[in-house]
């Protein structure tokens, strides 16, 4: 199970970017999705999970209020809307179906995709 990544970006301080999750080969409706992030010499953290309905989101505290995670099941994909960003959200972004909505403790549980990049910066 592995989902693919795009809508990475450079952006100023302050601009938007909306990352998009596409699903290949698999329905992803009956899947939680999380978004990870990974900034070199960090681990990869959980920023926001989404249930297979759409009902329940969750967020890091540090992008709680600026960044909106979505999914569009007719489509097969999963959105993650980022606004105000700051220099520290720079990082490699990744989706994946997850086993739980905790975004501390989610897991992946198929494989990771190759990311998009996030660079925010002036």
């Known amino acids: 199970v592995q989902l693919v990544e795009s809508g990475g970006g450079l952006v100023q301080p302050g601009g938007s970017l909306r990352l998009s999750c596409a699903a290949s080969g698999f329905t992803l409706n009956h899947y939680r999705v999380g978004w990870f992030r990974q900034s070199p010499g960090t681990e990869r953290n959980g920023v926001s999970s989404?249930?297979?309905?759409?009902?329940?989101?969750l967020y890091a505290n540090s992008v709680k209020g600026r960044f909106t995670i979505s999914r569009d099941n007719a489509k097969n994909t999963v959105y993650l809307q980022m606004n105000s960003l700051k220099p520290e959200d720079t990082a490699v972004y990744y989706c994946?179906?997850?086993?739980?909505?905790?975004?501390?403790?989610?897991?992946?549980?198929?494989?990771w995709g190759p990311g998009t990049q996030v660079t925010v910066s002036s």
């Open positions: 989404i249930s297979d309905s759409g009902d329940t989101a």
């Open positions: 994946a179906v997850v086993d739980r909505l905790a975004v501390t403790t989610m897991t992946t549980i198929g494989s």
